[in-house]
């Protein structure tokens, strides 16, 4: 399946007024963390917090909505969310970890779970992972870079960033400014071209803007736990959704992205493979035979 097994598809946005304003898409992340922290379902959660240089996230373990609300919104570049969970257990002492992953991070803490080699008092402790989609990230050098020179605005003046409709997206006080997705190619990390997951196929529950209309999300549930928080918060009426069907451009988009990324990025894992260049382990699960590459 090209999505990963799910459980259900909806669109769906938070129901509350200043979580729609502050966050990317429908709120889903911020909603759900501060739920389950209500909830005592969590303990605390590692997210991708602000930093000292402004879109350079830092992760962080809040402790409060207000820490999680502060959180809220994409940082196109990297932040080590894996590398704080140990802290979260052993200096901040939580029993019930929440977090936010991009698909790679997700596929580490599944991997880190699986094969809890000195890390088995974290693994446990990991009780809610939230995946968001990603079809790729940029280094922060290279945010900075194509921000600045190409579209020409001081990163310190954006206060929103996007991408949608084929085109990076920022927001100022008073301006909006876009460039085609192409112009952004070649900044990417590197090691983005050969990610097989688009949405966080190993989430407890996924979510992205993509097959949503503005303001909305596209929410998978996967697990007993996504499933169960989600539906508990919909029933408090924290969380709005609408059928997957009723809205445009819907599902079939998500599907096809997450196509075109696979496609793409196993072509050049194969030609890594032809050119005897190491490539990821999951990559060779996807061959008939898993040790063919080795
Ligand atoms: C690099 C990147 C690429 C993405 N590409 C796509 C895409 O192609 N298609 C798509 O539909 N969606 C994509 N997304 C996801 C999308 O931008 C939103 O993050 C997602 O829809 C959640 O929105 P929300 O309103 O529910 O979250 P909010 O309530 O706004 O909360 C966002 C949460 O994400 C966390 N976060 C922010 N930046 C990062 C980061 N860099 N790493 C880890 N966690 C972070 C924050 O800590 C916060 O908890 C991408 C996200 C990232 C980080
Ligand atoms: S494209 Fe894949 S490897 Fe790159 S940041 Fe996104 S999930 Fe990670």
Redesign the pocket.
């Known amino acids: 399946m090209v999505l990963g097994t799910y459980k259900e598809a909806l669109s769906a946005r938070s129901t509350d007024k200043q979580?729609q304003k502050i966050?990317?898409?429908?709120?889903?992340?911020?909603a759900l963390?501060s739920f389950a922290l209500d909830e005592k379902i969590i303990d605390g959660a590692v997210?991708?917090g602000p930093g000292k240089d402004m879109w350079k996230?830092e992760p962080q373990v809040a402790l409060t909505s207000d820490e999680l609300l502060a959180?809220?919104?994409?940082?196109?570049?990297?932040?080590p969310?894996v590398w704080m969970l140990k802290k979260a257990v052993r200096q901040y002492g939580l029993e019930k970890v929440g977090t936010?992953?991009?698909p790679c991070q997700t596929m580490g803490i599944r991997k880190m779970q699986s094969y809890p080699f000195g890390v088995r008092f974290v693994a446990d402790k990991i009780a809610l992972l939230l995946g968001?989609?990603?079809?790729e990230?940029f280094p922060f050098a290279s945010l900075q870079t194509f921000i600045s020179e190409k579209m020409g605005v001081s990163p310190e003046l954006v206060e929103k960033m996007d991408?949608g409709k084929g085109k990076f997206w920022i927001y100022t006080a008073d301006d909006e400014l876009s460039i085609p997705l192409k112009e952004t190619h070649g900044y990417e990390q590197s090691g983005c071209k050969v990610c097989l997951d688009y949405v966080a196929e190993l989430a407890d529950l996924s979510?992205?803007?993509?097959g949503s209309p503005d303001g909305w999300?596209t929410v998978l549930t996967r697990t007993d736990a996504g499933e169960s928080v989600f539906k508990l918060a919909v029933d408090a009426g924290l969380i709005e959704t609408k059928p997957m069907a009723d809205v445009k451009p819907g599902l079939g988009l998500l599907e096809k992205l997450a196509k075109d990324k696979k496609t793409k990025n196993q072509k050049t894992i194969d030609e890594r493979i032809a050119m005897g260049l190491p490539v990821p382990y999951k990559a060779s699960t996807e061959k008939e035979d898993p040790l063919a590459n080795f």
């Open positions: 979580i966050a990317q898409d429908g709120g889903i992340v911020s963390l997210v991708a996230p959180a809220a919104g994409t940082k196109y570049t990297f932040s969310n936010v992953a991009i968001i989609y990603c079809m990230n991408i979510t992205g803007s993509v999300s």
